[in-house]
Nanobody
Framework: VQLQASGGGLVQPGGSLRLSCAVS????????MNWFRQAPGMAREWVAL???????EYAGSVKGRFTISMDNTQNTLYLQMNSLKSEDTATYYC?????????????WGKGTQVTVSS
């Protein structure tokens, strides 16, 4: 399975962006997907999870501002980011965890850069 994240860019504080992650295979066989992010000099941190049953979980720092979703018809994972803050600046990665993959292997996309600055 290959993942390709896109949709990053430069946005002002308070603005919005929608990230996409295209999945090469069928997303219908995936039990769950995550978004992670990594700021310069920092460890990669988990942002959000969505299951194939539609349940979602969020890191406290983004809860109420970000929305994760999966579109099985488009084989795409999304992250809608609203009320962006400077501390949201990072490279964002989509991920299929090993426990969520049909073949038991974790997959990562290459990442898309989000910069929040005035």
């Amino acid at each position: 399975v290959q993942l390709q994240a896109s949709g990053g860019g430069l946005v002002q504080p308070g603005g919005s962006l929608r990230l996409s992650c295209a999945v090469s295979g069928s997303i219908a066989s995936v039990r769950a997907m995550n978004w992670f992010r990594q700021a310069p000099g920092m460890a990669r941190e988990w942002v959000a999870l969505v299951s194939n049953m539609g349940s979602t979980e969020y890191a406290g720092s983004v809860k109420g501002r970000f929305t994760i979703s999966m579109d099985n018809t488009q084989n795409t994972l999304y992250l809608q980011m609203n009320s962006l803050k400077s501390e949201d600046t990072a490279t964002y990665y989509c991920n299929i965890p090993a426990w969520g993959a049909q073949d038991g292997k974790s997959s990562w996309g290459k990442g898309t850069q989000v910069t929040v600055s005035s």
